[in-house]
């Protein structure tokens, strides 16, 4: 009923920056909680920021100061902008939506989306 589709990741050098971009679609009337994770080779995944619907956001202690979290609810659509990053940082990165009203006035919980590599190397 709904699918999370993630864009933008890539490789980069320590220090610079990319957005990364979640899009919901289906039958949404609203999301309450959307989020990015990250997972590296070898861990566990991790949440890296998330943001409710009243634009309270959370972020991890590592990214505090560098990545910032934005949502768009007419384009169901979440961002990560992630500036001055680090090796530490390359991760497969995934999106999350959780507590989903439906069209049909249903609660869905914890979508992912597939997920979008980021990868910081000199």
């Known amino acids: 009923q709904v699918q999370l589709v993630e864009s933008g990741g890539g490789s980069v050098q320590p220090g610079g920056s990319l957005t990364l971009t979640c899009s919901a679609s289906?039958?949404?009337?609203?999301?309450?909680?959307m989020g990015w994770y990250r997972q590296a080779p070898g861990k566990e995944r991790e949440l890296v920021a998330t943001?409710?619907?009243?634009?309270?956001?959370n972020y991890a202690n590592s990214v505090k100061g560098r990545f910032t979290i934005s949502r768009d609810d007419v384009k169901n659509t979440v961002y990560l902008q992630m500036n001055n990053l680090k090796p530490e940082d390359s991760a497969v990165y995934y999106c999350n939506a959780d507590r989903i009203v439906t069209l049909t006035d249903k609660m869905l919980y914890n979508y992912w989306g597939q997920g979008t590599q980021v990868t910081v190397s000199s």
């Open positions: 289906g039958s949404i009337l609203a999301i309450n909680a």
């Open positions: 943001i409710l619907r009243n634009s309270n956001t």
